[in-house]
């Protein structure tokens, strides 16, 4: 079993930054790509960027290429989500998740374990 844990959450105003944290237990040696998804009010799951087992050219959304900086920290089993610039679309629950798969992926339908969620808030 793989239990993910998100940290970080909160509310924020426009302009401010936030740092994330997915902290992974369990059987760990079972998680190789991690990513981070969001989903806002009304809004379906949306893939934020991911990370591959070696940490090298991670993936990025468009929507946040430039703001947020995905990275991982082996020793603590730990991936941490950078945001800075904050907009107010930018609130939602966000989702760590982790694949059996070495490569990062975009596909939510990769991703074999997901963590509850935080909640984001980005207030104008």
């Known amino acids: 079993q793989v239990q993910l844990v998100e940290s970080g959450g909160g509310l924020v105003q426009t302009g401010d930054s936030l740092r994330l944290s997915c902290a992974a237990s369990?059987?760990?040696?079972?998680?190789?790509?991690v990513g981070w998804f969001r989903q806002g009010p009304g809004k379906e799951r949306e893939f934020i960027a991911a990370?591959?087992?070696?940490?090298?050219?991670?993936v990025y959304a468009d929507s946040v290429k430039g703001r947020f900086t995905i990275s991982r920290d082996y020793a603590e089993n730990t991936v941490y989500l950078q945001m800075n610039s904050l907009k107010p679309e930018d609130t939602a629950v966000y989702y760590c998740?982790?694949?059996?798969?070495?490569?990062?992926?975009?596909?939510?339908?990769?991703?074999?374990?997901w963590g509850q969620g935080t909640q984001v808030t980005v207030s104008s």
């Open positions: 990370i591959s087992r070696s940490g090298v050219t991670p």
């Open positions: 998740a982790g694949a059996r798969r070495i490569m990062a992926t975009m596909s939510p339908y990769e991703y074999d374990y």
């Open positions: 369990g059987s760990i040696f079972s998680i190789n790509a």
